[in-house]
């Protein structure tokens, strides 16, 4: 079945250490999306790729950095830079069938729940 | 710069209630509105896209309004039952040709009683 995987469901991170979240998609998606959700909050965007090997900075990147060597991978490292990490992150993917705005919905992982040890 | 307000921020029904879920946006200059459900501990899952130039979108129990110059959409969910609990979000996506920008509100909390 075709969908996002995200990994792991679950990830502790240490003082002064960098974490690295896993998203993989097979839906031969061309967008990747990274987005931050705080408890009762919406979602905000840290980061996004229209294509391999470009990305964008979202409203909330630093401390994040990002790489999109594969259409199908998008990775997120949250640095130690980033002082304030515990949240719930999810990845998501679309189609933008050629244009650069599209009226295809975004797909979602099952997210990655981090906090600090 | 683009806000999404949802109200109320939770909401109890019991089985069988049709229900109105309200969302609000700032800048009438909007792509498309999504809704989403989201599952406790688990990712947003797409229910409905509204085109800037249409009205509603139906799917099954289901029906999203969107009026831009108000600046509001409405889910309508018919016949409620258990499994309609969640939180449902919506999101607006900018009219400015990026390809990142949809804008979340924070979300209601549906939880429908048996």
């Known amino acids: 079945d075709g969908g996002i995987t995200q990994s792991p469901k679950y990830l502790f991170r240490k003082e002064g250490q960098n974490v690295t979240l896993s998203c993989e998609q097979n839906?031969?998606?061309?967008?990747m999306y990274w987005y931050r959700q705080d408890p009762g909050q919406g979602l905000r965007l840290i980061y996004y790729s229209q294509i391999v090997n470009d990305f964008q900075k979202g409203d909330i990147a630093e401390g994040y950095s990002v790489s999109r060597e594969k259409k199908e991978s998008f990775p997120l490292t949250v640095t130690s830079a980033q002082k304030n990490p515990t949240a719930f992150y999810l990845c998501a993917s679309t189609s933008l069938r050629g244009q650069t705005d599209s009226n295809q919905p975004q797909h979602f992982g099952d997210g990655t729940r981090l906090s600090i040890l | 710069k683009q806000e999404v307000t949802q109200i109320p921020a939770a909401l109890s029904v019991p089985e069988g209630e049709n229900l109105v879920l309200n969302c609000s946006f700032t800048d009438s200059a909007i792509y498309n509105l999504q809704w989403f459900r989201q599952d406790p501990g688990k990712g947003l899952t797409s229910l409905l896209l509204i085109q800037s130039s249409q009205r509603e979108q139906t799917s099954g129990r289901l029906n999203a309004s969107l009026d831009k110059s108000s600046g509001r959409s409405t889910l309508y969910i018919a016949a409620s039952q258990p499994g309609d609990s969640a939180t449902y979000l919506c999101a607006v996506k900018a009219s400015s040709g990026s390809a990142r920008q949809l804008t979340f509100g924070s979300g209601t909390q549906l939880t429908v009683l048996p």
């Open positions: 839906l031969n998606h061309d967008a």
